[in-house]
């Protein structure tokens, strides 16, 4: 890895800080302005491609921007049955969005591509301060051309957010370690009280090594150094205890039920379901666990959780540089590490605490690598739910090692140690590009080969590059940095260019062991895991067929079905969900391109729990006539299938059981009085339709839509969710609208009681 402009003759370490604060180049602005531009143009380009994207989320965001009291608690409909699984800080900038400027795909996903802007400014500021602008424009490249940070920051789940505000922690704690600074502290704790109302306890992983940086490195007493630390504690938990304090709080009767748990606890959500249920496998109610595949996790016993549901892939130290993660994340990620271990020999000599130049350069390292590691460890052993879009954390972490790293070396350039190290870096980074990009052989098979041989090339040149001319040291530099950014670069285009619904989504093409899916790893095209293509083995045309399997096969299955003989969806070939590019739900388009295993966004994967229903005109109709009178227009079993008919119609409908339908919300009874109280209009139930085509491992024909059913009507659970559905059966006639089972729950048969 070279750096790409380094206008300056290499200086010693000592002048680094020093450079780094002295008036700014004629360049660096233009540059600057040039990084941030590029990057916005990158997430926002064709941004309404994905439509509502993760329709879970997005019907969140729709509530919030019809209810007050949905904006705070994070609910899936504006009346207020159920939250989403997670506290609700990453809904918030997408609801003010869509209240002041409507319901759309574009007004739900600027924001998010405006966090990725941000998190580039914030990488770049933080990494010019000590070593300077053109370090900190290679961070900051490095970063926007991350494919997994192409993809989140283009969607609407919570990790983009998240990703921001670990990226202002780390930032507020090297700005507090340069001259003991309380306030830059107390930010530091303040953004991680906001990460937790994120993504709640991921927000805490880095905590540890930067605690310890502050502890031992702070240029001052160590009395002080703990009390600043206890400042910045409390300001943590007040940043993010007040929301936590106020829910667990509020009367129970009066709230929406908190999704993701079984106690409708927000605390036991936190330390169970996203808490250390995610560390060892034991998510209770999950469709995920440890060690079971997917075909045993559908068919397998009630529970959820760790005794039953999809395996997320085998863990260990490799797991970064796995079939399915290492295209989305990878690329940079060992020269990262080699840079690190450079950065910090070359900067050791330096006193401990950072009132130093070179020890604030130091604490820099530490402090950026500190959060790579503990982050990508954790990653690499967790047994629970775990996917592969997760690893944009770790972005900013590998981007800001890359850009310090090479600066520290290209300026030590003229030691043969150094430019042994800056040359083996690259020849490493080519190969391992080579590899990747050997993943995906039939997308631009061309390019590896040209990595691979300019790669190599320009290593061997780099340890002669203090015998150069100023000109051409630094073409060989950019050459270099150019080779080093290639595979990342085609991934992200092939991002970009590529609509991700659904609530699993992967970058890039598809790969050879991966999950497959045209333009990016994973639930695609109606892809099970493992599948390499559309249902029945083939790719959509124009699309690379993926090689990690047989199309549309399950672990442990046929052909074209989903574990336990239930294939995706029944749906139509070529289905939208809302939002996408055939009008569904009053004009609202946008493309989508899968949702989940087996269905994505053509519709129910494995039976709607991972990708919504496409919504037909007729039900939305329905759903929107007499609205006003009713709390719920309708209740459907499991999140993405309300959520679908809910942003069709922009009316409230119940999601019975919450995201996997196995929620004890609502109860039995629960239900029986809304129903006695006409607070709900209909039960949306499976489409016969659907259900054949399900059968049948096929597509239907005419555009019926997929059935509702959550694993068997119950979710992994069964129970409440099941319950439910037989008593709505057996006292309510059904009547398909639109090809979709609706039951009026207002007109009950003459048998109910």
């Known amino acids: 890895m070279t750096t790409a402009a380094l206008p300056l003759h290499p200086p010693s370490p000592s002048h680094r800080a020093a450079r780094a604060h002295a008036e700014r180049p004629g360049w660096e602005r233009p540059a ?7 990057t916005a143009v990158l997430l926002l380009w064709d941004l309404g491609a994905s439509g509502y994207a993760n329709s879970f989320y997005s019907a969140a965001v729709q509530a919030g921007g019809e209810s007050w009291k949905a904006f705070f608690f994070g609910s899936s409909d504006a009346g207020n049955s159920i939250t989403v699984d997670k506290p609700p800080a990453a809904l918030w900038p997408m609801m003010l969005s869509v209240r002041l ?21 914030v990488l770049y500021a933080s990494v010019r301060r000590q070593f300077g602008p053109a370090a900190a424009l290679i961070s900051g490249a490095v970063f926007a051309l991350t494919p997994v940070a192409a993809l989140m920051f283009r969607f609407n789940n919570p990790d983009a957010l998240l990703t921001l505000l670990m990226t202002v922690t780390v930032y507020c ?9 309380t306030k830059w502290l107390v930010w530091a704790g303040v953004a991680v009280g906001f990460a937790f109302l994120t993504k709640t306890l991921q927000a805490f992983v880095i905590l540890p090594p930067l605690a310890l940086l502050y502890a031992v490195c702070a240029p001052t007493g160590l009395r002080r150094r703990l009390g600043q630390l206890l400042l910045s504690t409390l300001a943590m938990v007040v940043a993010g205890g007040w929301w936590v304090a106020i829910v667990e709080l509020w009367p129970a009767s009066s709230r929406p039920y908190i999704g993701g748990s079984q106690t409708n606890s927000f605390l036991e959500l936190t330390l169970g379901y996203n808490g250390l249920g995610r560390i060892n496998g034991e998510e209770t109610g999950s469709v995920g666990g440890a060690g079971r595949t997917a075909a045993e996790g559908m068919a397998g016993a009630p529970g959820g959780g760790g005794s039953g549901g999809m395996s997320w892939g085998e863990t260990g130290i490799d797991r970064m540089f796995s079939s399915n993660i290492g295209g989305q994340i990878g690329w940079l990620l060992p020269a990262a590490l080699i840079l690190l271990v450079a950065g910090l020999v070359v900067t050791w000599r330096a006193r401990r605490a950072t009132d130093s130049l070179e020890g604030m350069a130091r604490a820099a390292f530490l402090a950026w690598g500190g959060a790579l590691l503990i982050t990508a460890v954790v990653f690499s052993f967790m047994q629970g739910i775990f996917h592969e879009y997760y690893t944009v954390a770790l972005a900013p972490y590998i981007a800001a090692l890359v850009g310090m790293g090479v600066a520290v070396l290209w300026e030590e350039r003229g030691s043969r140690a150094a430019s042994l190290t800056l040359s083996g870096t690259l020849a490493l980074t080519s190969y391992w590009a080579f590899v990747l990009l050997g993943r995906s052989a039939e997308y631009v098979p061309w390019l590896r080969w040209l990595v691979l041989a300019v790669g190599l090339g320009t290593a061997l040149l780099l340890p002669f ?7 051409m040291a630094l073409g060989v530099a950019a050459v270099g ?7 990342p670069l085609a991934y992200c285009l092939s991002t970009v260019t590529t609509a991700h619904t659904g609530s699993i989504v992967t970058a890039g093409p598809a790969v050879a062991g991966g999950r497959g899916g045209p333009g990016g790893g994973g639930m695609r095209g ?22 990690g399997g047989q199309g549309g096969q399950a672990p442990g299955g046929q052909g074209g079905q989903a574990p336990g003989g239930q294939a995706p969806g029944g749906q139509a070939q070529g289905g939208q969900a809302p939002g996408g590019n055939q009008t569904t739900d009053g004009g609202r388009t946008g493309r989508t391109d899968g949702g989940g295993p087996g269905g994505g966004g053509m519709g129910g994967g494995m039976g709607g729990l991972l990708g919504g229903t496409k919504t037909s005109s007729e039900a939305t109709a329905a759903l929107r006539a007499d609205a006003d009178r009713y709390t719920w227009a309708a209740a459907a079993i499991g999140s993405q299938n309300a959520a679908s008919y809910q942003l069709a119609s922009e009316q409230p409908v119940m999601a019975i059981g919450g995201f996997n339908g196995s929620d004890p919300s609502p109860t039995l009874e629960q239900f029986k009085e809304y129903v006695s109280a006409g607070k709900i209009h209909y039960f949306i139930g499976q489409s016969s339709a659907g259900a054949d085509g399900a059968a049948a491992g096929g597509e239907t024909g005419g555009g019926a839509e997929t059935g509702t059913a ?12 099941s ?14 609208i639109g090809g979709a089972t609706f039951y009026d729950l207002t007109a009950p048969t003459s048998q109910a009681s």
Do not use: C, D
């Open 32 to 38: 600057y302005l040039g990084l941030l531009l590029a």
């Open 723 to 736: 319950s439910i559905e037989t008593w709505v059966k057996a006292n309510f006639k059904a009547s398909t």
């Open 710 to 721: 959550v694993r068997g009507g119950g979710g992994p659970g069964g129970g409440v969710s």
């Open 481 to 487: 940095l150019g080779v080093a950014l290639a595979g």
């Open 101 to 121: 400027f409507g319901l759309g795909a574009w007004q739900i996903l600027v924001p998010q591509a405006l966090m990725g802007v941000g998190t580039t400014a």
């Open 173 to 181: 704690v090297l700005r507090a370690l340069e001259g003991a600074h």
């Open 526 to 547: 109606g892809e099970m895991p493992g599948g390499g293509g559309m249902p029945g083995g083939g790719a959509p045309q124009g699309m690379p067929q993926g090689g």
């Open 465 to 471: 590059t203090a015998r150069l001319g100023r000109r």
